[in-house]
Protein backbone atom coordinates (compact mmCIF):
# COMPACT_ATOMS: atom_id res chain seq x y z
CA UNK A 1 0.00 0.00 0.00
CA UNK A 2 1.40 3.46 -1.15
CA UNK A 3 1.94 5.95 1.68
CA UNK A 4 1.01 9.96 1.28
CA UNK A 5 3.60 11.78 0.16
CA UNK A 6 4.77 13.85 3.15
CA UNK A 7 4.89 17.89 2.86
CA UNK A 8 8.15 19.09 2.62
CA UNK A 9 10.04 20.95 5.38
CA UNK A 10 10.12 23.73 3.14
CA UNK A 11 6.54 23.76 1.98
CA UNK A 12 5.05 24.84 -1.79
CA UNK A 13 7.39 27.73 -2.84
CA UNK A 14 6.32 27.82 -6.11
CA UNK A 15 2.46 27.59 -5.41
CA UNK A 16 3.02 31.20 -3.46
CA UNK A 17 5.13 32.66 -6.52
CA UNK A 18 2.62 31.27 -8.61
CA UNK A 19 -0.06 33.07 -7.08
CA UNK A 20 1.65 36.27 -6.77
CA UNK A 21 3.29 36.65 -10.74
CA UNK A 22 -0.50 35.86 -11.63
CA UNK A 23 -2.18 38.62 -9.24
CA UNK A 24 0.78 40.67 -10.76
CA UNK A 25 0.03 40.54 -14.75
CA UNK A 26 -3.79 40.05 -14.11
CA UNK A 27 -3.38 43.86 -12.36
CA UNK A 28 -1.50 45.00 -14.92
CA UNK A 29 -3.70 43.61 -17.74
CA UNK A 30 -6.83 44.99 -16.21
CA UNK A 31 -4.74 48.43 -16.15
CA UNK A 32 -4.42 48.01 -20.20
CA UNK A 33 -7.52 46.38 -20.85
CA UNK A 34 -9.43 49.47 -19.22
CA UNK A 35 -7.04 52.11 -20.92
CA UNK A 36 -5.86 53.18 -17.72
CA UNK A 37 -2.43 53.38 -18.41
CA UNK A 38 -1.19 56.41 -15.81
CA UNK A 39 -2.21 57.34 -12.44
CA UNK A 40 -4.37 60.17 -12.11
CA UNK A 41 -2.26 63.26 -11.14
CA UNK A 42 -3.05 65.96 -8.55
CA UNK A 43 -3.97 69.79 -9.17
CA UNK A 44 -0.31 70.27 -8.16
CA UNK A 45 1.24 68.35 -11.09
CA UNK A 46 -1.66 69.01 -13.68
CA UNK A 47 -3.90 71.34 -12.65
CA UNK A 48 -7.69 71.70 -12.88
CA UNK A 49 -11.36 73.51 -12.15
CA UNK A 50 -11.56 75.81 -10.43
CA UNK A 51 -15.46 76.83 -9.15
CA UNK A 52 -16.71 79.50 -7.10
CA UNK A 53 -19.62 79.32 -5.30
CA UNK A 54 -21.58 82.28 -3.52
CA UNK A 55 -23.41 81.78 -0.72
CA UNK A 56 -27.29 83.33 -0.74
CA UNK A 57 -29.94 83.50 2.05
CA UNK A 58 -33.21 85.31 2.19
CA UNK A 59 -31.96 85.93 5.94
CA UNK A 60 -28.23 87.95 6.08
CA UNK A 61 -27.91 86.50 9.57
CA UNK A 62 -27.97 82.64 8.23
CA UNK A 63 -24.42 83.70 6.20
CA UNK A 64 -22.26 83.40 8.95
CA UNK A 65 -19.01 81.51 9.33
CA UNK A 66 -20.67 78.91 11.73
CA UNK A 67 -23.04 77.53 8.44
CA UNK A 68 -19.68 78.81 5.90
CA UNK A 69 -17.89 76.19 7.92
CA UNK A 70 -20.35 73.88 8.17
CA UNK A 71 -20.50 73.88 3.92
CA UNK A 72 -16.99 73.71 3.45
CA UNK A 73 -16.89 70.65 5.03
CA UNK A 74 -19.84 69.14 3.29
CA UNK A 75 -18.94 70.00 0.09
CA UNK A 76 -15.33 68.71 0.79
CA UNK A 77 -16.64 65.22 1.43
CA UNK A 78 -18.39 65.22 -1.63
CA UNK A 79 -15.79 66.09 -3.79
CA UNK A 80 -12.88 64.59 -2.41
CA UNK A 81 -14.53 60.91 -1.18
CA UNK A 82 -11.96 59.02 0.87
CA UNK A 83 -9.64 62.03 0.87
CA UNK A 84 -7.51 61.23 -2.00
CA UNK A 85 -8.33 62.58 -5.11
CA UNK A 86 -6.85 65.88 -3.97
CA UNK A 87 -9.55 68.46 -4.12
CA UNK A 88 -9.56 71.57 -2.36
CA UNK A 89 -12.22 73.38 -0.89
CA UNK A 90 -11.06 77.01 0.66
CA UNK A 91 -13.58 79.63 1.67
CA UNK A 92 -12.95 83.13 0.07
CA UNK A 93 -14.31 86.13 2.28
CA UNK A 94 -17.56 86.03 4.08
CA UNK A 95 -20.00 84.19 1.51
CA UNK A 96 -17.83 82.38 -1.00
CA UNK A 97 -16.55 79.17 -1.59
CA UNK A 98 -13.79 77.90 -3.88
CA UNK A 99 -13.39 74.00 -5.40
CA UNK A 100 -10.43 73.47 -7.00
CA UNK A 101 -10.63 69.95 -8.66
CA UNK A 102 -7.57 67.92 -10.34
CA UNK A 103 -7.77 67.25 -14.13
CA UNK A 104 -9.55 63.97 -15.44
CA UNK A 105 -12.74 64.11 -13.33
CA UNK A 106 -15.96 65.07 -14.92
CA UNK A 107 -16.21 68.85 -14.39
CA UNK A 108 -20.07 69.43 -15.44
CA UNK A 109 -20.77 66.50 -12.97
CA UNK A 110 -18.84 68.22 -10.18
CA UNK A 111 -20.04 71.39 -10.66
CA UNK A 112 -23.30 70.14 -9.92
CA UNK A 113 -22.73 68.34 -7.14
CA UNK A 114 -20.30 70.81 -5.11
CA UNK A 115 -23.68 73.09 -4.80
CA UNK A 116 -26.05 71.10 -4.73
CA UNK A 117 -28.45 71.72 -1.86
CA UNK A 118 -29.56 67.66 -1.82
CA UNK A 119 -33.24 68.47 -0.21
CA UNK A 120 -34.83 64.98 0.64
CA UNK A 121 -38.52 64.79 1.66
CA UNK A 122 -41.05 61.72 1.77
CA UNK A 123 -44.19 62.56 1.14
CA UNK A 124 -47.04 59.86 0.66
CA UNK A 125 -49.21 60.66 -2.72
CA UNK A 126 -52.76 62.01 -3.19
CA UNK A 127 -53.22 62.01 -6.57
CA UNK A 128 -51.00 61.14 -10.34
CA UNK A 129 -51.70 62.53 -13.60
CA UNK A 130 -49.74 62.62 -16.93
CA UNK A 131 -48.25 65.86 -18.27
CA UNK A 132 -47.53 66.62 -21.82
CA UNK A 133 -48.57 63.53 -22.83
CA UNK A 134 -50.43 63.47 -26.16
CA UNK A 135 -52.58 60.39 -26.77
CA UNK A 136 -52.35 59.21 -31.04
CA UNK A 137 -54.89 60.50 -33.56
CA UNK A 138 -58.29 57.99 -33.91
CA UNK A 139 -58.86 56.27 -36.74
CA UNK A 140 -61.64 57.72 -38.81
CA UNK A 141 -64.96 56.01 -38.48
CA UNK A 142 -68.54 56.63 -38.96
CA UNK A 143 -70.18 58.55 -35.78
CA UNK A 144 -72.76 56.50 -33.90
CA UNK A 145 -74.41 60.27 -32.64
CA UNK A 146 -76.90 60.01 -35.11
CA UNK A 147 -79.17 58.32 -32.49
CA UNK A 148 -78.13 60.22 -29.65
CA UNK A 149 -80.30 63.67 -28.62
CA UNK A 150 -78.17 66.66 -29.74
CA UNK A 151 -79.24 68.76 -26.14
CA UNK A 152 -78.25 65.77 -24.20
CA UNK A 153 -74.72 65.13 -24.82
CA UNK A 154 -73.80 68.77 -24.86
CA UNK A 155 -74.12 69.19 -21.34
CA UNK A 156 -73.18 66.30 -19.81
CA UNK A 157 -69.71 67.29 -21.46
CA UNK A 158 -70.51 71.07 -20.25
CA UNK A 159 -70.28 69.91 -16.61
CA UNK A 160 -66.72 68.00 -16.75
CA UNK A 161 -64.12 69.80 -14.99
CA UNK A 162 -60.44 69.08 -14.24
CA UNK A 163 -61.56 68.02 -10.39
CA UNK A 164 -64.16 66.20 -11.54
CA UNK A 165 -62.24 64.37 -13.95
CA UNK A 166 -60.00 63.36 -11.02
CA UNK A 167 -62.53 62.22 -8.94
CA UNK A 168 -64.19 60.09 -11.50
CA UNK A 169 -61.32 58.82 -12.84
CA UNK A 170 -59.96 58.12 -8.95
CA UNK A 171 -63.17 55.38 -8.67
CA UNK A 172 -61.45 53.27 -11.48
CA UNK A 173 -57.42 53.18 -11.29
CA UNK A 174 -57.17 49.53 -11.76
CA UNK A 175 -58.71 50.56 -15.68
CA UNK A 176 -56.29 53.01 -16.23
CA UNK A 177 -53.41 51.50 -14.86
CA UNK A 178 -53.92 48.39 -17.05
CA UNK A 179 -54.00 50.53 -19.93
CA UNK A 180 -57.57 51.74 -20.86
CA UNK A 181 -57.98 53.39 -24.13
CA UNK A 182 -57.63 57.12 -23.92
CA UNK A 183 -60.87 57.73 -25.86
CA UNK A 184 -62.59 55.55 -23.96
CA UNK A 185 -62.37 57.04 -20.79
CA UNK A 186 -62.52 60.38 -22.04
CA UNK A 187 -66.11 59.65 -23.11
CA UNK A 188 -66.31 57.89 -20.09
CA UNK A 189 -65.81 61.12 -18.22
CA UNK A 190 -67.82 63.27 -20.90
CA UNK A 191 -65.15 65.43 -20.12
CA UNK A 192 -65.42 67.30 -24.05
CA UNK A 193 -67.99 68.99 -24.67
CA UNK A 194 -66.97 70.57 -27.78
CA UNK A 195 -66.20 67.01 -29.46
CA UNK A 196 -70.13 65.85 -28.07
CA UNK A 197 -71.49 68.86 -29.47
CA UNK A 198 -69.91 68.56 -32.97
CA UNK A 199 -71.18 64.91 -32.92
CA UNK A 200 -74.45 65.51 -32.70
CA UNK A 201 -74.34 68.39 -35.65
CA UNK A 202 -72.68 65.94 -37.94
CA UNK A 203 -75.14 62.83 -37.76
CA UNK A 204 -76.15 62.98 -40.92
CA UNK A 205 -73.03 62.94 -42.35
CA UNK A 206 -72.51 59.77 -40.37
CA UNK A 207 -75.04 58.13 -42.03
CA UNK A 208 -73.00 57.98 -45.28
CA UNK A 209 -70.13 57.27 -44.10
CA UNK A 210 -68.45 59.72 -43.58
CA UNK A 211 -65.84 59.91 -40.96
CA UNK A 212 -67.00 61.81 -37.92
CA UNK A 213 -65.50 65.26 -36.40
CA UNK A 214 -65.78 63.62 -32.81
CA UNK A 215 -62.70 61.49 -34.32
CA UNK A 216 -60.25 64.80 -33.32
CA UNK A 217 -57.91 63.97 -30.77
CA UNK A 218 -58.57 65.22 -27.15
CA UNK A 219 -56.25 67.78 -25.91
CA UNK A 220 -53.51 66.84 -23.88
CA UNK A 221 -55.53 68.93 -20.42
CA UNK A 222 -58.52 66.68 -20.88
CA UNK A 223 -56.23 63.47 -21.22
CA UNK A 224 -54.55 64.35 -17.98
CA UNK A 225 -58.10 64.86 -16.56
CA UNK A 226 -59.36 61.94 -17.44
CA UNK A 227 -55.96 60.04 -16.55
CA UNK A 228 -56.00 61.36 -12.96
CA UNK A 229 -55.77 59.16 -10.15
CA UNK A 230 -56.48 60.17 -6.70
CA UNK A 231 -58.35 63.36 -5.42
CA UNK A 232 -56.37 66.52 -5.85
CA UNK A 233 -56.87 68.96 -2.89
CA UNK A 234 -59.42 71.54 -3.25
CA UNK A 235 -57.01 74.29 -2.67
CA UNK A 236 -54.38 73.35 -5.73
CA UNK A 237 -56.91 71.69 -8.07
CA UNK A 238 -56.52 74.84 -10.29
CA UNK A 239 -53.17 74.89 -9.58
CA UNK A 240 -52.48 71.15 -10.48
CA UNK A 241 -54.93 71.28 -13.92
CA UNK A 242 -52.54 74.31 -15.72
CA UNK A 243 -48.89 72.60 -14.11
CA UNK A 244 -46.67 71.95 -16.97
CA UNK A 245 -44.06 69.76 -15.71
CA UNK A 246 -42.57 69.34 -19.81
CA UNK A 247 -41.09 72.90 -19.08
CA UNK A 248 -37.97 72.50 -17.30
CA UNK A 249 -38.35 75.68 -15.29
CA UNK A 250 -41.74 74.84 -14.23
CA UNK A 251 -40.49 71.61 -12.55
CA UNK A 252 -37.58 73.17 -11.24
CA UNK A 253 -39.71 75.98 -9.42
CA UNK A 254 -41.92 73.55 -7.81
CA UNK A 255 -41.54 74.50 -3.53
CA UNK A 256 -43.87 74.16 -0.88
CA UNK A 257 -44.10 74.47 3.16
CA UNK A 258 -43.03 70.78 4.81
CA UNK A 259 -46.30 70.63 6.65
CA UNK A 260 -48.58 71.45 3.79
CA UNK A 261 -50.09 69.54 0.39
CA UNK A 262 -47.63 70.64 -2.46
CA UNK A 263 -47.55 69.75 -6.23
CA UNK A 264 -44.33 68.28 -7.65
CA UNK A 265 -43.22 67.30 -11.06
CA UNK A 266 -41.75 63.69 -11.87
CA UNK A 267 -37.88 63.87 -12.07
CA UNK A 268 -37.64 62.02 -15.15
CA UNK A 269 -40.33 60.81 -18.15
CA UNK A 270 -42.58 57.92 -17.85
CA UNK A 271 -43.56 56.08 -21.08
CA UNK A 272 -42.48 59.40 -22.86
CA UNK A 273 -44.35 61.99 -20.56
CA UNK A 274 -43.94 63.38 -16.88
CA UNK A 275 -46.05 63.09 -14.37
CA UNK A 276 -47.58 65.98 -12.02
CA UNK A 277 -48.46 64.68 -8.35
CA UNK A 278 -50.18 66.36 -5.41
CA UNK A 279 -48.40 65.07 -2.08
CA UNK A 280 -49.43 65.41 1.44
CA UNK A 281 -46.98 66.86 3.80
CA UNK A 282 -43.56 65.36 4.85
CA UNK A 283 -43.58 62.33 6.54
CA UNK A 284 -40.02 61.44 7.30
CA UNK A 285 -37.24 64.01 6.39
CA UNK A 286 -34.04 63.22 4.51
CA UNK A 287 -31.73 64.80 7.37
CA UNK A 288 -32.78 61.64 9.14
CA UNK A 289 -31.04 59.44 6.70
CA UNK A 290 -27.91 58.09 8.18
CA UNK A 291 -26.53 56.25 5.62
CA UNK A 292 -26.97 56.13 1.58
CA UNK A 293 -24.58 54.09 -0.79
CA UNK A 294 -25.66 52.75 -4.10
CA UNK A 295 -26.25 48.84 -5.41
CA UNK A 296 -27.68 46.84 -7.67
CA UNK A 297 -31.46 45.60 -7.86
CA UNK A 298 -31.01 41.86 -7.83
CA UNK A 299 -34.50 41.02 -7.21
CA UNK A 300 -36.14 42.64 -10.20
CA UNK A 301 -32.91 43.56 -12.49
CA UNK A 302 -34.01 47.36 -13.04
CA UNK A 303 -31.08 48.36 -12.32
CA UNK A 304 -29.27 50.58 -10.21
CA UNK A 305 -31.17 52.01 -6.81
CA UNK A 306 -29.56 53.75 -3.94
CA UNK A 307 -30.03 52.20 -0.34
CA UNK A 308 -30.78 54.24 2.60
CA UNK A 309 -30.28 53.59 6.14
CA UNK A 310 -32.08 56.06 8.69
CA UNK A 311 -31.42 56.96 12.15
CA UNK A 312 -33.51 56.57 15.20
CA UNK A 313 -35.97 59.26 14.53
CA UNK A 314 -36.43 58.25 10.73
CA UNK A 315 -36.84 54.74 11.77
CA UNK A 316 -39.96 55.28 13.86
CA UNK A 317 -41.46 57.74 11.42
CA UNK A 318 -40.95 55.50 8.02
CA UNK A 319 -42.21 52.67 9.83
CA UNK A 320 -45.57 54.75 10.84
CA UNK A 321 -46.11 56.60 7.71
CA UNK A 322 -45.71 53.02 5.74
CA UNK A 323 -47.85 50.83 8.15
CA UNK A 324 -50.76 53.58 7.20
CA UNK A 325 -49.99 53.49 3.93
CA UNK A 326 -50.51 49.87 3.26
CA UNK A 327 -53.87 50.51 3.70
CA UNK A 328 -54.61 52.87 1.80
CA UNK A 329 -56.26 52.15 -2.07
CA UNK A 330 -54.31 53.44 -4.96
CA UNK A 331 -52.66 55.89 -5.46
CA UNK A 332 -53.23 56.88 -1.95
CA UNK A 333 -50.83 53.58 -0.78
CA UNK A 334 -47.63 55.05 -2.43
CA UNK A 335 -45.08 57.00 -0.97
CA UNK A 336 -43.67 59.77 -2.79
CA UNK A 337 -39.35 60.51 -3.13
CA UNK A 338 -38.93 63.83 -3.68
CA UNK A 339 -35.37 65.52 -3.61
CA UNK A 340 -35.28 68.96 -4.17
CA UNK A 341 -38.63 69.10 -4.80
CA UNK A 342 -38.91 66.78 -7.57
CA UNK A 343 -40.13 63.50 -7.52
CA UNK A 344 -37.67 60.54 -8.03
CA UNK A 345 -39.99 57.74 -7.81
CA UNK A 346 -43.26 56.96 -5.87
CA UNK A 347 -43.51 53.05 -5.26
CA UNK A 348 -46.32 51.34 -3.71
CA UNK A 349 -46.53 50.32 -0.17
CA UNK A 350 -47.82 47.31 0.44
CA UNK A 351 -46.82 46.54 3.91
CA UNK A 352 -45.24 48.14 6.65
CA UNK A 353 -41.59 48.82 6.09
CA UNK A 354 -39.45 47.94 9.92
CA UNK A 355 -36.19 48.04 10.35
CA UNK A 356 -35.01 51.94 8.90
CA UNK A 357 -34.40 51.15 5.50
CA UNK A 358 -35.43 52.13 2.09
CA UNK A 359 -34.52 52.60 -1.35
CA UNK A 360 -34.41 54.51 -4.09
CA UNK A 361 -35.76 53.51 -7.53
CA UNK A 362 -35.45 55.38 -10.76
CA UNK A 363 -34.04 53.51 -13.46
CA UNK A 364 -30.34 55.09 -12.31
CA UNK A 365 -27.30 54.54 -14.06
CA UNK A 366 -24.17 53.50 -11.85
CA UNK A 367 -22.98 57.04 -12.11
CA UNK A 368 -26.46 58.89 -11.09
CA UNK A 369 -26.72 56.07 -8.24
CA UNK A 370 -23.39 57.22 -7.21
CA UNK A 371 -23.92 60.91 -7.19
CA UNK A 372 -27.19 60.48 -5.49
CA UNK A 373 -25.66 58.18 -3.14
CA UNK A 374 -23.04 60.90 -2.24
CA UNK A 375 -24.87 63.58 -2.02
CA UNK A 376 -27.56 62.17 0.23
CA UNK A 377 -24.66 60.38 2.44
CA UNK A 378 -22.74 63.95 3.02
CA UNK A 379 -25.98 65.43 3.87
CA UNK A 380 -27.36 68.97 2.62
CA UNK A 381 -25.84 72.53 2.44
CA UNK A 382 -27.12 74.78 5.59
CA UNK A 383 -27.29 77.50 3.03
CA UNK A 384 -27.83 77.80 -0.93
CA UNK A 385 -24.99 78.80 -2.98
CA UNK A 386 -24.99 80.21 -6.58
CA UNK A 387 -22.02 79.20 -9.04
CA UNK A 388 -19.87 81.35 -10.15
CA UNK A 389 -17.14 80.95 -12.79
CA UNK A 390 -16.21 77.19 -13.63
CA UNK A 391 -12.58 78.12 -15.15
CA UNK A 392 -9.16 75.86 -15.79
CA UNK A 393 -6.89 76.20 -13.38
CA UNK A 394 -2.93 75.69 -14.58
CA UNK A 395 -0.67 73.13 -12.24
CA UNK A 396 0.94 75.01 -9.37
CA UNK A 397 4.19 73.28 -9.61
CA UNK A 398 3.89 72.11 -12.81
CA UNK A 399 5.80 69.68 -14.84
CA UNK A 400 9.68 70.68 -14.11
CA UNK A 401 8.55 69.32 -10.10
CA UNK A 402 7.09 66.38 -11.30
CA UNK A 403 10.08 65.61 -13.72
CA UNK A 404 11.92 66.44 -10.71
CA UNK A 405 10.29 64.09 -8.17
CA UNK A 406 10.43 61.27 -10.36
CA UNK A 407 14.08 61.72 -10.99
CA UNK A 408 14.86 61.55 -7.61
CA UNK A 409 13.06 58.05 -7.41
CA UNK A 410 14.62 57.25 -10.05
CA UNK A 411 18.09 57.74 -8.58
CA UNK A 412 17.05 56.34 -5.00
CA UNK A 413 16.03 52.80 -6.91
CA UNK A 414 19.13 53.01 -8.95
CA UNK A 415 21.28 53.65 -5.06
CA UNK A 416 19.36 50.55 -3.53
CA UNK A 417 20.22 48.33 -6.90
CA UNK A 418 23.66 49.01 -6.68
CA UNK A 419 24.26 48.42 -3.51
CA UNK A 420 22.52 45.12 -3.23
CA UNK A 421 24.61 43.94 -6.16
CA UNK A 422 27.92 45.14 -4.17
CA UNK A 423 27.02 43.62 -0.67
CA UNK A 424 24.92 40.48 -1.49
CA UNK A 425 25.95 39.80 -4.73
CA UNK A 426 23.93 36.81 -5.93
CA UNK A 427 21.12 37.82 -3.21
CA UNK A 428 20.89 41.18 -4.71
CA UNK A 429 19.00 39.99 -7.55
CA UNK A 430 16.78 38.80 -5.40
CA UNK A 431 16.03 42.59 -4.02
CA UNK A 432 16.04 43.62 -7.49
CA UNK A 433 13.10 41.58 -8.23
CA UNK A 434 10.98 42.11 -5.76
CA UNK A 435 11.40 45.36 -5.99
CA UNK A 436 10.19 45.35 -9.42
CA UNK A 437 7.60 43.10 -8.36
CA UNK A 438 6.21 45.63 -5.90
CA UNK A 439 7.03 48.57 -8.51
CA UNK A 440 4.46 46.94 -10.96
CA UNK A 441 1.56 46.54 -8.07
CA UNK A 442 1.78 49.91 -7.08
CA UNK A 443 1.83 51.64 -10.06
CA UNK A 444 -1.71 49.43 -11.73
CA UNK A 445 -3.11 49.52 -8.22
CA UNK A 446 -2.53 53.33 -8.30
CA UNK A 447 -3.56 53.64 -12.04
CA UNK A 448 -6.94 51.72 -11.79
CA UNK A 449 -7.82 53.48 -8.45
CA UNK A 450 -7.56 56.89 -9.83
CA UNK A 451 -10.13 55.30 -11.62
CA UNK A 452 -12.38 53.49 -9.11
CA UNK A 453 -11.83 56.22 -6.37
CA UNK A 454 -10.78 58.90 -7.92
CA UNK A 455 -7.23 58.60 -6.20
CA UNK A 456 -4.67 61.58 -7.50
CA UNK A 457 -0.66 61.24 -7.40
CA UNK A 458 0.14 64.67 -5.97
CA UNK A 459 4.09 65.60 -5.33
CA UNK A 460 3.54 64.32 -1.69
CA UNK A 461 2.37 60.99 -2.53
CA UNK A 462 4.74 60.80 -5.13
CA UNK A 463 7.65 61.30 -1.70
CA UNK A 464 5.31 58.51 -0.07
CA UNK A 465 6.37 55.82 -2.90
CA UNK A 466 10.12 56.88 -2.95
CA UNK A 467 9.97 56.42 0.93
CA UNK A 468 8.55 52.82 0.52
CA UNK A 469 11.13 51.97 -1.64
CA UNK A 470 13.59 52.23 1.55
CA UNK A 471 10.75 50.41 3.06
CA UNK A 472 11.36 46.94 1.00
CA UNK A 473 14.51 47.27 0.57
CA UNK A 474 15.00 47.16 4.48
CA UNK A 475 12.85 44.18 4.62
CA UNK A 476 14.93 42.10 1.76
CA UNK A 477 17.97 43.48 4.09
CA UNK A 478 16.39 41.94 7.60
CA UNK A 479 15.65 38.36 5.90
CA UNK A 480 19.03 38.16 3.88
CA UNK A 481 20.94 39.17 7.32
CA UNK A 482 18.98 36.59 9.47
CA UNK A 483 20.28 33.87 6.65
CA UNK A 484 23.76 34.85 6.87
CA UNK A 485 23.69 34.37 10.32
CA UNK A 486 22.70 30.91 10.21
CA UNK A 487 25.51 30.38 7.85
CA UNK A 488 27.94 32.01 9.94
CA UNK A 489 27.22 29.52 12.63
CA UNK A 490 27.95 26.73 10.22
CA UNK A 491 24.54 25.22 9.19
CA UNK A 492 24.00 24.25 5.36
CA UNK A 493 21.92 26.62 3.39
CA UNK A 494 18.58 24.87 3.38
CA UNK A 495 18.09 24.57 6.96
CA UNK A 496 19.67 28.44 7.16
CA UNK A 497 16.98 29.96 5.37
CA UNK A 498 14.42 28.04 7.33
CA UNK A 499 15.24 28.70 10.63
CA UNK A 500 15.95 32.12 9.64
CA UNK A 501 12.42 32.94 8.19
CA UNK A 502 10.67 33.03 11.96
CA UNK A 503 12.83 35.58 13.29
CA UNK A 504 12.88 37.98 10.24
CA UNK A 505 9.12 37.39 9.54
CA UNK A 506 8.95 38.64 13.20
CA UNK A 507 10.82 41.67 12.82
CA UNK A 508 9.62 42.76 9.53
CA UNK A 509 6.03 42.52 10.22
CA UNK A 510 6.48 44.97 13.51
CA UNK A 511 8.50 47.32 11.45
CA UNK A 512 5.71 47.18 8.72
CA UNK A 513 3.10 47.48 11.48
CA UNK A 514 4.52 50.40 12.98
CA UNK A 515 4.67 52.45 9.52
CA UNK A 516 1.17 51.57 8.41
CA UNK A 517 0.26 52.55 12.19
CA UNK A 518 1.61 55.83 11.10
CA UNK A 519 0.14 55.94 7.97
CA UNK A 520 -3.14 55.16 9.36
CA UNK A 521 -3.24 58.07 11.76
CA UNK A 522 -1.96 60.43 9.60
CA UNK A 523 -4.49 59.58 7.84
CA UNK A 524 -7.48 60.08 9.66
CA UNK A 525 -6.18 62.94 11.57
CA UNK A 526 -4.97 65.04 8.85
CA UNK A 527 -6.17 66.56 5.49
CA UNK A 528 -5.46 67.29 1.59
CA UNK A 529 -2.30 66.79 0.49
CA UNK A 530 -1.26 65.16 3.52
CA UNK A 531 -3.35 62.16 3.29
CA UNK A 532 -2.29 61.33 -0.21
CA UNK A 533 0.99 60.79 1.16
CA UNK A 534 -0.29 58.95 3.93
CA UNK A 535 -2.44 56.40 1.80
CA UNK A 536 0.56 55.77 -0.43
CA UNK A 537 2.77 55.10 2.43
CA UNK A 538 0.06 52.88 3.90
CA UNK A 539 -0.85 51.13 0.25
CA UNK A 540 2.88 50.45 -0.57
CA UNK A 541 3.61 48.81 3.51
CA UNK A 542 0.35 46.19 3.19
CA UNK A 543 1.94 45.41 -0.42
CA UNK A 544 5.59 44.92 1.05
CA UNK A 545 4.03 42.17 3.42
CA UNK A 546 2.32 41.08 0.03
CA UNK A 547 6.02 40.66 -1.65
CA UNK A 548 8.05 39.43 1.26
CA UNK A 549 5.63 36.14 2.29
CA UNK A 550 4.57 35.31 -1.63
CA UNK A 551 7.76 36.55 -3.83
CA UNK A 552 11.17 37.03 -1.68
CA UNK A 553 10.80 34.13 0.77
CA UNK A 554 9.37 31.27 -1.66
CA UNK A 555 12.02 32.27 -4.35
CA UNK A 556 15.00 32.26 -1.45
CA UNK A 557 13.62 28.56 -0.74
CA UNK A 558 13.83 27.74 -4.16
CA UNK A 559 16.97 29.46 -4.89
CA UNK A 560 18.72 27.38 -1.90
CA UNK A 561 18.18 23.70 -3.92
CA UNK A 562 20.58 25.16 -6.44
CA UNK A 563 24.14 24.35 -6.23
CA UNK A 564 25.07 28.17 -7.11
CA UNK A 565 24.11 28.97 -3.71
CA UNK A 566 24.08 25.77 -1.43
CA UNK A 567 27.62 25.60 -1.77
CA UNK A 568 28.62 28.93 -1.12
CA UNK A 569 29.82 30.14 -4.85
CA UNK A 570 31.75 33.20 -4.14
CA UNK A 571 29.28 35.25 -6.11
CA UNK A 572 26.58 34.10 -4.57
CA UNK A 573 25.95 36.01 -1.34
CA UNK A 574 26.44 33.27 0.67
CA UNK A 575 30.49 32.25 0.62
CA UNK A 576 30.92 30.57 4.25
CA UNK A 577 34.37 31.36 4.28
CA UNK A 578 34.06 35.21 3.64
CA UNK A 579 31.49 35.09 5.87
CA UNK A 580 33.35 33.70 8.77
CA UNK A 581 31.70 30.60 9.01
CA UNK A 582 32.39 28.39 12.28
CA UNK A 583 33.59 25.01 11.45
CA UNK A 584 33.43 23.23 14.39
CA UNK A 585 29.78 22.40 14.13
CA UNK A 586 30.57 21.01 10.77
CA UNK A 587 33.59 19.10 11.95
CA UNK A 588 31.92 17.75 15.40
CA UNK A 589 29.32 15.87 13.32
CA UNK A 590 31.86 13.95 11.34
CA UNK A 591 33.78 12.36 14.12
CA UNK A 592 33.92 8.60 14.46
CA UNK A 593 32.13 6.87 16.86
CA UNK A 594 35.30 5.37 18.37
CA UNK A 595 37.19 8.63 19.13
CA UNK A 596 33.73 9.06 21.20
CA UNK A 597 34.20 6.34 22.99
CA UNK A 598 37.65 6.73 23.60
CA UNK A 599 37.66 10.22 24.97
CA UNK A 600 34.61 8.81 27.21
CA UNK A 601 36.29 6.41 28.61
Known sequence: MATPKSRPRDGYPGRALALILVVTVGLVALMFGTGHTKPRLGIDLAGGTSITLTAKSTDPKAINKSSMDIATGIIERRVNGMGVSEAEVQTQGDNTIIVNIPKGGDRQNAADQVGTTAKLFFRPVLAVAPSGFTPPAPTASPSTGATGTPGATPSAGATASPSAGA???????????????????????GSSPSAAATGASTAPSAATGTPSAAATPPSAADVSAAMTQGTVPPELSAAFAALDCTKPEVRAAQTGAEDKAVLACSQKPENGYYEKLALGPVAVKGSDVSKAQPGLDTQTGAG??????????????????????????????????????????????????PGGSAVITGRFTQTEAQDLSN????????????????TTVSPALGSDQLEAGLIAGAIGMLLVVLYSLVYYRGLGLVSIAGLLVSAALTYSIMSLLGAGIGFALNLPAVCGAIVAIGITADSFIVYFERIRDEVREGAPLRPAVQRAWPRARRTILVSDFVSFL?????????????????FTLGLTTALDVVVIFLFTKPLITLLARRKFFSDGHPWSGLDPKRLGARPPLRSSRRRSPSSAAVKEA
Do not use: M
Open 518 to 534: CAAVLYVVSVGKVQGFA
Open 304 to 353: WQVQLQFNGTGTDAFTKVTGQLATQAPPNNQFAIVLDNQVVSHPEVKNAI
Open 375 to 390: VLGYGALPLEFAKGDI
Open 167 to 189: SAAAGTPSATKQGRAVGEALAAE
